[in-house]
């Protein structure tokens, strides 16, 4: 028998969404509710289960979720989203450029994006705990108040090239820079003493010394094609539990030694 209320899983992060179909739109916030079911996801699949229109449902009964994930879909305009008043996670990994009003997310804590409209806007709300954002202009990074609130940053392929704005984040435990195409220096990290978990793909960084001031750091993997990297800066990481380092050869040789003198 067919499952009207099916799920999507994504194993990998232990995590699992109610589906919105053609079939069950009318019915599925009623189930939710009864359920205490509160994690959404629409999503397109043109050869399965999901929502395979053009166009997003009307959302006005399910202000009640939590989690809202739009995930790979034909919709261009996802404004509808605004309905979901109560949402402290969403995620949009959508091929779509909606200009969203975060004030209309009153809850959020975490939010996943790619780039998109006033986007920027998101640096202004005093709620974010965990941020990722992909794809973004570099003119998009700025200073404001979720940089007093957040706890978690990736900041993937951008041409970003300058980290100053980070100097506000006071709260911040999990950083991840990746693909950074134009990004020469990153000595600003230095200052984000209560880092735990520090990962950098930036090929263009040749100077890591910083790494020597981030003493609460338990996890760090940094990658670049011309980095230089001096075991002396290792030594007084006390708290560490997992280094890797990649890029080039002597990269390699210098990683080497770290996992034998540390492991």
Known sequence: MKNSFPTYKFTKFDMEYQILTDENQSKLAEYMLNNHLKKLIITSDKDGIGWNHSFLPDLTEFDFIEELLVYWTNIKNIKGIHSCKNVKVLWLDNDDKTELDF???????????????????????????????????????????????????????????????????????????????????????????????????????KDFSFIRFLKNLEKCYLSSKIGVFNVENFKDLKKIEKINLSGNQKVQEINRFLQKSYF
Not at 105 to 131: C, H, N, Q, Y
Not at 134 to 148: E, I, P
Not at 184 to 205: F, P, S, T, Y
Request: proline fraction near 1%.
């Open 103 to 205: 004030s209309l997310f009153p809850k959020i804590e975490k939010l996943v994006s790619w780039d998109r409209k006033g986007i920027d806007e998101i640096w202004a709300v005093k709620t974010i705990k965990d941020l990722t954002l992909a794809g973004l202009k570099s003119n998009y990074f700025k200073s404001g108040a979720a940089l007093k609130t957040i706890e978690r940053l990736r900041i993937i392929k951008t041409h970003l090239e300058d980290i100053s704005f980070l100097a506000g984040c006071e709260q911040i435990v999990f950083l991840e820079l990746l693909e950074l195409s134009k990004m020469e220096n990153l000595d600003g990290i230095g200052m984000l003493k209560n880092l735990k978990h520090l990962r950098i793909d930036a090929n263009k960084v």
